[in-house]
């Protein structure tokens, strides 16, 4: 598998989900070593601590000294200033590194979407990219976040384990034998919950897709009466993740609960015997003192490894299904020597037989409308087809060409959040031109009654709209591109008569000597085009002006006027 190709020689090799990670960390490697300098120095301060109020004891309390009392207070002053201003920066580097690792995921998923285009939907589902820009890139951040604290407490229990053995022996073998068994302990906790979690997220991911089907379709369940039936299948499958939810929260509660009770253990155990110690006369006063500081101390950076484990993990868990998406190629590529077709030809589906021939306004009537949509898929390159213009293939065209030059709009079009202005003419055509558009679509009132006219920011998926606006809105965006060749799919099919009449009045008119294909059954749409094309079992069975077809062939009559075909 190769390298996600996205523009820059440093993106990253997505083979695995650890390569990612990685790769991560390695674009954030100057804010990330330094958040790793100043965790180790924030620990190994903290480290230092116990021993210096232990030497404060034994050279000025209990010696009655009070320069060296005074000399070792100057050093706990100091090791406190260390640890203030290194804690600060290294709070400071790694939010930092959290953010740099989320907000790049996020760049990289946005831009791998553009590159995939069309091809995205089919192969992966809404909730799955949803999951990736609100939940897992928080699990990636926090991954990169913990490795500097996770290498700070790695550093001050080895330093604490070298003072403890200088101290006493068997102290400092407890330290150095029983870190590691608690971290194996809770490594063990960790295939468990990657495995859960792993079910967890995809089943997160199902139930998102659900909950953004129903809320776009609501007014049709509405309609239909489906609103139970679509209500009763989210409960359920809300339920079946909520017990994913629990038992990944179980093993997340020992996991937890670890982190409390090892390190609690290790510190009754090591003040027990430091105790015994001291009475035996093994160890002075400030060594006790020191040590049970030590004991106290190693709670934090042995929570912080067991945290470290539980984050790594998640953030592993969730660089999988980054991956996954990265790892998504497009249907449809440019070839490597794209040649050129010369404008102003026809537009050739030789699987269907149609023909679309320059500066007209042709209409598709298929008898089933998925052949039309199909059309429509293949003369935009969208779908596999032997499709020419002016005489070459599709196939052999750079695919940024086609798209500039034939723009396919269709009904799954969706609005997208905003300032309308923006949404309607992406590209800078102008206010001019979004009028124009605006009045061929019969969309200037759904402007006029907006608070702030284009200047309105539209919410996501234009919900503020019905679904008659939306169209008409989505229409007019089309206009204002202004194509080579526009091909519509029912493009007036959520608006009533009245608007319908007026719309295919005033496209005929704006596209006047431009390429212009709508796939429709709407006598009113049909009447106004140049030629239209009759599709029966996904052939061009008949071609002919709307009113000629309606003489000449019974079936297209029956079509359009949805009567059944004698």
Not at 238 to 255: C, D, F, N, T
Request: aromatic residues 4%; contains cysteine; positive net charge.
């Amino acid at each position: 598998m190769r390298p996600l190709p996205v523009g820059d020689p440093g993106d990253p090799d997505v083979r695995s989900a650890t390569r990612y990670l990685l790769w991560l960390a390695a674009r954030t490697w100057p804010s990330l070593t330094a958040a790793i300098a100043f965790a180790i120095l924030w620990m190994l301060s903290q480290a230092l601590i116990p021993a210096t109020v232990g030497r404060a004891i034994d050279a000025g309390l209990t010696a009655r000294d009070p320069d060296s009392l005074l000399r070792w207070g100057a050093v706990l002053f100091g090791l406190g200033v260390v640890t203030g201003v290194t804690g600060i920066l290294r709070h400071r580097m790694a939010a930092f590194n959290w953010l740099a690792a989320a907000y790049r995921t996020v760049q990289l998923t946005v831009r791998q979407a553009n590159r995939v285009g069309a091809t995205l939907p089919k192969r992966l589902a809404t909730g799955e990219v949803v999951s990736i820009g609100t939940s897992d890139i928080n699990h990636i951040g926090g991954a990169l976040d913990i490795t500097a604290r996770a290498a700070g407490s790695l550093v001050a229990v080895v330093a604490v384990g070298v003072i403890l053995l200088r101290t006493s022996v068997p102290l400092g073998l407890i330290v150095v034998v029983g870190v590691p068994v608690m971290m194996l302990i809770a490594t063990g906790l960790i295939k468990p919950l990657q495995r859960r979690q792993q079910v967890y997220r995809d089943q997160e991911g199902k139930l998102t897709t659900r909950a953004g089907d129903i809320v776009a379709g609501l007014r049709v369940l509405r309609g239909v009466g489906g609103e139970s039936t679509f209500a009763g299948r989210y409960r359920t499958e809300s339920q079946e993740l909520r017990s994913a939810g629990v038992r990944v929260a179980r093993i997340e509660s020992l996991l937890a609960a670890s982190e409390i009770l090892l390190p609690g253990m290790f510190l009754v155990l090591v003040t027990w015997l430091g105790a015994r110690f001291a009475l035996r006369g093994e160890i002075t006063a400030g060594e006790l003192v020191a040590l049970y500081g030590y004991a106290a101390f190693l709670v934090s950076p042995l929570r912080q490894l067991t945290e470290a484990i539980d984050r790594l993990t998640r953030g592993h868990v969730a660089a999988r299904r980054v991956v996954r998406m990265f790892t998504l190629e497009p249907e449809f590529t440019s070839p490597a020597a794209p040649v050129t077709a010369a404008p102003g030809g026809p537009l050739v589906d030789a699987e269907s037989g149609l023909t679309v021939r320059p500066g007209r306004f042709t209409a598709v009537a298929a008898r089933d409308p998925v052949d039309a949509a199909a059309i429509a898929d293949r003369l935009g390159r969208f779908a596999d087809g032997t499709v020419t213009l002016s005489g070459v293939s599709l196939a052999d065209l750079d695919l940024t060409a086609v798209r500039e030059r034939i723009l396919v709009a269709d009904n799954d079009a969706r609005l997208f959040s905003g300032p309308l202005r923006t949404e309607l003419d992406p590209r800078g055509a102008g206010d001019g031109s979004i009028a124009a558009a605006l009045d061929t679509a019969s969309a200037v009132d759904v402007v006029d009654a907006l608070p702030a006219g284009l200047d309105t920011a539209v919410a996501e998926r234009g919900r503020e709209f019905s679904g008659g606006q939306q169209q008409r809105l989505r229409l007019a965006r089309a206009l204002v591109a202004d194509p080579e060749t526009l091909v519509l799919v029912e493009p007036t099919s959520a608006v009533d008569a009245h608007t319908e009449a007026r719309i295919a009045a005033r496209l005929s008119a704006a596209r006047a000597g431009r390429t212009t294909v709508v796939c429709t059954t709407s006598p009113l749409v049909l009447d106004r085009a140049d030629e239209v094309a009759f599709v029966a079992d996904g052939r061009v069975a008949a071609v002919g002006t709307h009113r000629e077809l309606l003489r000449r062939s019974r079936a297209y009559a029956a079509t359009v006027t949805r009567e059944e075909d004698q």
